[in-house]
């Protein structure tokens, strides 16, 4: 269990929790940086266990797509470039079962970040999330 800024926060069981910049604005969130985090994704998760969402860190830029397989909380989705700028934000409803739609903006990221849907409804078409300053930097190049 993490203290972060007055706020308890229990994370998300397998997930290390990080802080990252978008807007200039701190998030607290899991890290989905290896094959198999990525796919487990917030797949049965109903309580963020105080965390803002989580950052998926993908090895090199691709067009990605996400789906909503076992999820129980709608998400918005932001996809941001190699250099952090802002591709796009999609808003995504859960799908318990049966076949579930993909979803992507059709351009090359490296970088996703999920938050309970409607976390992103102010975030600028501009937004940028900072991934020069350490040790993002130095986390995500690893990857």
Same mark, same amino acid.
């Given at each position: 269990m993490?203290?972060?800024?007055?706020?308890? *926060?229990?994370?998300? /069981?397998?997930?290390? =929790?990080?802080?990252?910049?978008?807007?200039?604005?701190? $998030?607290?969130? %899991?890290?989905?940086?290896?094959?198999?985090?990525?796919?487990?994704?917030?797949?049965?998760?109903?309580?963020?266990?105080?965390?803002?969402?989580?950052?998926? *860190?993908?090895?090199? /830029?691709?067009?990605? =797509?996400?789906?909503?397989?076992?999820?129980?909380?709608? $998400?918005?989705? %932001?996809?941001?470039?190699?250099?952090?700028?802002l591709l796009g934000v999609l808003t995504l409803e859960p799908c318990p079962s049966g076949a579930c739609p993909s979803y992507g903006v059709g351009e090359p990221s490296q970088w996703a970040i999920e938050v309970p849907a409607g976390g992103f409804a102010d975030l600028p078409l501009d937004a940028t999330l900072d991934v020069g300053r350490d040790p993002f930097l130095a986390l995500f190049s690893e990857s």
């Amino acid at each position: 269990m993490t203290t972060t800024a007055a706020r308890v *926060v229990e994370g998300l /069981p397998g997930f290390e =929790t990080v802080e990252v910049i978008l807007e200039g604005e701190s $998030l607290l969130v %899991a890290l989905a940086d290896t094959r198999d985090l990525r796919t487990q994704g917030l797949m049965g998760v109903t309580d963020l266990g105080g965390l803002d969402g989580m950052v998926f *860190v993908f090895p090199d /830029p691709s067009v990605h =797509t996400f789906w909503m397989k076992d999820t129980l909380i709608p $998400l918005d989705l %932001a996809f941001f470039a190699t250099d952090g700028s802002l591709l796009g934000v999609l808003t995504l409803e859960p799908c318990p079962s049966g076949a579930c739609p993909s979803y992507g903006v059709g351009e090359p990221s490296q970088w996703a970040i999920e938050v309970p849907a409607g976390g992103f409804a102010d975030l600028p078409l501009d937004a940028t999330l900072d991934v020069g300053r350490d040790p993002f930097l130095a986390l995500f190049s690893e990857s």
